[in-house]
């Protein structure tokens, strides 16, 4: 028997007994409201209402994963669809409980809750009246109505119940959100956002290379290797104070005091490294590389002169992103001096290797063999920080400790084969990996966390969860899927039971979003063809001390006036001129308009454009127009308002 015909058995049976599978599963088969059955009521309920089947085989087959219970859905999908809308919306509707249901249905608060008796008349016209709309309403009466004529009080207990969980719930999650936000105030932005954003820094400062940005900015002397303290003292320099330190934490994965060229921009240290490796071969060092590219023999090589060398040279890697890492200064040309650190630098191995996806199939079933799954394995030898990703020094140590010693480089490259300079558990078990990703969202968007989404499931506080404990949690909080497969991924040390250990490091994976979004705007970086924005003040600096002086365009923010990601057109005008592209959010919207702009030259508070103007204290202000307004009234004796940049406001 398969489970369509088992569904249908044993609806038609149900059918045919209680009048609606609904009613059968309120009344008879789950009465206390535990989303499940066990094996023994179940057989026991069939067995005395005479089922003419074999119950066994009937109830093995419902019960397909072997969890011992079986649900609703396994029984009925639509019904239980039915259901758990309705008791979501009676919650919603009803947050005081039967009584109060009871009383707003009949309409009578003077009578008392024992005494009320809602016909199906009341019942429709209440659930039509609070927007109900997913109809069968005559159906759900029926299937909670004992007598199938009244409702009463009794009928109606299961909402009490359901609204105790929904405030356990919402409980844990305002408990949740408390310890985030108490997390936040001490790290001022996501360490991977801010990593995120110093690289567009670096590539609006440096012409959209971030190898130009590492020679110009963050090394001397053409390292190819940056130490802890030289990277603090480079951004003290640049003059970015944005968590530093939780800056070289997320580039210094693996502790080691150095960062290499690699772990800032993987792509153009790849291509920087091939390119290397092809004319060391060809030419043996960097004096003898640039004379064969300088074809003019003028000592400088422009772009095009560059490209055309290659060709010549039979390199099919041309990608102008090599002439960018070259071109130092960002002159759009190269000389020597800008090719020497060529010779001493030595690439990683990995930026030499081709995938090798023999190896990589080889390495994650030696993983599965030596620790009994994927995720066992990724947690206790390759993600030991739970942070769900795991960086190349990582990696190579994991090999080491395995015993894996075919191909590292071409397994690294295999497996990290969209180059973000890490990889995670997708790309070793990538089922398993969305299994707990799509638990993890659940567990954050109802719970607030997945400690406190445990703290909830674990009702007896034995600290443990056993196969039926969790699945009637998260079938009664609404958490659908195949439950057993996603326990045995969670339960990784065979004793049956679930921690809190085995959980909570879901809540300490990273969103991958940000270097995701950050690594595909690199390929694309339409900031390449912009010229280096020259070094000059800090970015607010003379204007934010300008005393309590507040921004015109700050001001219309405030008012609610200006929408922020509304641009002004004399801000988009003046923005054009400077050739400066505001950077968008991560949902695409724009960031506030006092932010947008880089200010420069110390005389941008002079600029000829309304938005920059400040408002003094004191209140007011005139624009050009109404100034020249009120001094032809006066005959012209009134001195103009005093407001910076007031009287160079072009005409819009």
């Known amino acids: 028997m398969d489970l369509a015909t088992a569904q249908k058995v044993l609806q038609e049976f149900l059918i045919r007994q209680e009048g609606s599978t609904l009613r059968a599963w309120i009344h008879k088969l789950d009465p206390d409201h535990e989303h499940r059955i066990t094996e023994m009521y179940f057989l026991r309920y069939l067995r005395e209402n005479q ?34 809308r309705f008791r979501a919306w009676a919650c919603e509707q009803y947050p005081q409980g039967a009584e109060d249901c009871l009383q707003r249905m009949s309409r009578q608060n003077e009578l008392k809750v024992d005494d009320i008796k809602i016909d199906l008349f009341h019942f429709e016209a209440d659930l039509v009246e609070k927007h109900w709309t997913t109809g069968q309403e005559e159906s759900l009466f029926k299937a909670l109505s004992a007598s199938q004529e009244r409702l ?23 408990q949740a959100n408390l310890e985030t936000r108490a997390l936040a105030k001490k790290q001022s932005k996501d360490p991977r956002e801010n990593l995120a954003d110093f690289k567009r820094f670096l590539r609006q400062k440096h012409g959209g290379s971030l190898i130009r940005a590492w020679r110009m900015s963050l090394t001397e002397g053409d390292a190819m290797l940056l130490h802890k303290g030289a990277f603090f003292k480079a951004c003290v320099n640049i003059k970015w104070r944005t968590d530093v330190k939780g800056l070289w934490e997320q580039l210094d ?22 390119f290397r490796q092809f004319v060391i071969n060809k030419f043996q060092n960097a004096t003898q590389t640039f004379a064969a590219l300088d074809l003019d023999g003028n000592k400088n090589v422009s772009e095009g002169e560059f490209m055309q060398a290659l060709k010549e040279f039979g390199y099919e890697n041309r990608d102008r992103i090599i002439f960018q890492a070259l071109d130092k200064h960002g002159k759009k040309k190269i000389n020597l001096e800008d090719m020497t650190f060529l010779d ?10 081709s995938a090798n996806q023999e190896a990589a199939n080889a390495f994650k079933n030696k993983l599965r063999t030596r620790f009994g799954s994927y995720l066992r394995g990724w947690k206790l030898l390759l993600d030991v920080d739970g942070s769900n990703t795991c960086n190349w020094e990582e990696f190579r140590q994991a090999c080491k400790r395995l015993g894996f010693k075919q191909d590292v480089a071409g397994c690294w490259r295999a497996l990290d084969s ?6 995670s558990l997708s790309n070793i078990d990538p089922a398993s990996s969305s299994i707990l990703q799509d638990f993890r969202t659940w567990a954050k968007r109802e719970f607030g966390s997945v400690k406190s989404m445990f703290s909830v499931f674990d009702e007896d506080n034995s600290k443990s969860l056993s196969l039926k404990e969790f699945k009637r949690s998260c079938r009664i909080y609404g958490f659908c899927g195949h439950l ?16 809190m250990d085995e959980v909570v490091f879901l809540d300490r994976w990273a969103n991958q979003t940000v270097e995701i979004m950050d690594d595909c705007n690199s390929k694309n970086d339409t900031m390449t063809h912009l010229p280096s924005i020259p070094d000059g003040p800090e970015p607010g600096g003379e204007i934010a001390n300008l005393g309590g002086a507040k921004c015109v365009a700050q001001s219309l923010e405030e008012a609610g006036i200006w929408k922020e990601g509304d641009l002004h057109p004399a801000f988009k005008s003046w923005a054009n001129r400077r050739r400066r592209r505001p950077v968008k959010k991560q949902d695409g919207s724009l960031p506030a308009l006092a932010s947008q702009v880089d200010l420069g030259a110390e005389c ?38 005093e407001v910076p940049g007031a009287e160079e406001v072009p005409a819009a």
């Open 344 to 353: 001493h630098w030595k690439p990683m191995e990995y930026l030499l290797a």
């Open 51 to 84: 089922f003419p089947f074999d119950a066994n085989q009937l109830y093995h087959t419902l019960d397909s994963d072997g969890s011992g219970e079986v649900t609703f859905e396994e029984i009925d999908p639509a019904g239980d669809e039915l259901w758990e």
């Open 253 to 274: 994965r693996d502790n080691s005091g150095t960062i290499g060229i690699e772990e800032l921009d993987f792509r153009a240290a790849e291509e920087l490294a091939l």
């Open 152 to 174: 009463v009080i009794g009928d109606m207990r299961w909402l009490n119940l359901e609204l105790r969980r929904l405030k356990k719930k919402l409980k844990a999650k305002e």
């Open 484 to 499: 057993k497969s996603l326990f045995n991924i969670l339960e990784s040390t065979g004793s049956g039971g679930l921690t």
């Open 604 to 641: 941008l508070a002079r600029r000829p454009i309304l938005l920059l103007a400040y408002v003094p204290e004191e209140g007011k202000f005139r624009t050009r127009v109404s100034g020249a307004k009120a001094r032809a009234s006066k005959g012209g004796n009134e001195r103009r308002s």
């Open 418 to 423: 969209t180059m973000s300079g890490t990889i």
